[in-house]
């Protein structure tokens, strides 16, 4: 690596690694990917794109494929369950706010590949390249990886939840468990043929059993809590029951695939380590409801990637550090805040916030402010 072209090397091709890569490698900078897996990952996890989120992705220039893939939600619906709608929100209220008043329906699976796609020649994502551990000095940092060492000038560990570049450099990853699972469910059914009126994003309210109701291009997801400490196997087997009782269809809903996962909402003490940066899942992790997650991992990406091109470029070092403490307050006080809320509200056990809902569904300015807030424009606006 040539000392006067400064080498990052990004670990994780997940869609907060490529997209620090894209940002890197258009501002002219030389980008290593460096991913375990022996191919992109294809597992069905976030797939919702909020606005902000696709304004970066337009920039990069990498919207237009997603948009071909996804599908434009125009709306998403609060309901009661057994008691059907609540309020409808509609983005439309963001039109003066946005060039995209809307949110995408697309599995991150299918952004991944976009973005590796987009690289240009100066950047390469090595696969089966899994990294261990890391030393860092005051020049570079030395990677240690499952092919051998590898050296950077900076590193960008965005390598998921169970981030090793964290672990490496021994930072905590402060936070909270969830009480109960999450269940997802992708079924081969038309939920709008099932459930009228429903909008393509749905959150349903009830204490015991809510769920979310998702549109993604080929299928519907489900989102059910499942209570902690019971038997895997056990609850896929309870889940067919499940489904009947969100909507009876006279036989079986026809379910392609189903998994269980433990939630967690934590945040690592800071975001930048010296020549190290931490971003997406490896810095912070929180409940997806709200599609939170993934959206405020590309976030990072964009503003950390493109503040260390800053500093490539000869800007003070101090602008990377001002970046960082920016990104770990919005996961704080507005990712993770956000997404707890949600959790909160579609568990509660009165309906007192339901006619705040209407209101404000009703209201276009209280909806505006409200959906800036909720897709992270608002935060966005106040970027250092
Ligand atoms: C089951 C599940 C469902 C989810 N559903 C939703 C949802 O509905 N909505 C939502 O907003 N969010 C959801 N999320 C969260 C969302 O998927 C993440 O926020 C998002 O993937 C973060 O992207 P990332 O690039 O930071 O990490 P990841 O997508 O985890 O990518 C990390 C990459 O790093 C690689 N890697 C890991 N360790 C190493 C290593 N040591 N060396 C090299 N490479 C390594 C991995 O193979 C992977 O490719 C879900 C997460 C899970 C687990």
Redesign the pocket.
């Known amino acids: 690596m040539s000392p006067r072209t400064p080498a990052v090397v990004v ?9 620090a890569a894209l940002t890197l490698a258009q501002r002219g900078i030389h980008v290593t990917v ?4 022996a191919a ?2 294809t ?6 794109f909020h606005p902000p989120t696709l304004e970066m992705l337009e920039k990069l220039g990498v919207l237009e494929p997603l948009l071909e893939k996804g599908i434009v939600a125009e709306t998403f619906q609060y309901r009661a369950r057994g008691g059907g709608e609540i309020a409808t929100l509609d983005l439309g209220v963001l039109a003066a706010d946005t060039a995209y008043p809307f949110r995408v329906q697309c599995e ?1 699976s299918k952004l ?1 590949p976009i973005l590796r796609a987009a690289l240009p020649a100066t950047a390469e994502v090595l696969f089966g ?4 551990s890391l030393r860092a000095d005051t020049g570079r940092v030395v990677l240690d ?1 499952a092919s051998g060492p590898i050296e950077a000038d900076w590193v960008i560990g ?8 964290r672990q490496a450099l021994g930072v905590d990853f402060h936070g909270s468990t969830y009480p109960e699972r ?1 269940l ?1 469910a992708s079924v081969d059914e038309d939920l709008a043929d099932v459930l009228p009126g429903i909008a393509p994003i749905n959150y349903v309210f009830d204490p015991d059993e809510w769920l ?1 109701l ?1 549109r993604t291009p080929e299928h519907w ?1 489900v ?1 059910l809590p499942t209570p902690d400490g019971t038997d895997d196997a056990a609850e896929l087997r309870r889940l067919p029951a499940r489904l009947t009782a969100v909507a009876d269809l006279g036989r079986p809903w026809r379910l392609l695939h189903a ?1 269980l ?1 433990r939630v967690h909402q934590r945040v690592t003490e800071r975001f930048r380590h010296g020549r190290v940066l931490l ?5 912070h ?2 409940n ?1 409801l ?9 976030h ?2 964009v503003v950390l990637a493109g503040a260390l091109a800053d500093v490539l470029g000869g800007a003070p070092d101090v602008v990377l550090d001002r970046a960082a403490a920016y990104r770990r307050t919005v996961a704080i006080d507005h990712v993770q805040r956000t997404s707890h809320d949600n959790w909160t509200r579609l568990r509660a056990r009165d309906n007192s916030g339901h006619a705040r809902l209407r209101a404000l569904a009703d209201d276009p300015v209280a909806a505006r402010a409200y959906l800036r807030r909720a897709c992270l424009l608002d935060v966005l606006a106040q970027r250092p």
């Open positions: 670990v994780g091709a997940g869609p907060v690694g490529l997209t460096l991913e375990q897996g992109l990952a597992e069905s996890r976030a797939s919702t991150q991944t390249h899994q990294v261990r990886t965005a390598d998921g939840a169970h981030s090793a570049v999450f997802v979310v998702l997801r989102l998994s996962y971003m997406g899942d490896a810095a992790v929180n997806p709200g599609g939170l997650g993934m959206n405020s991992g590309i990072d990406a």
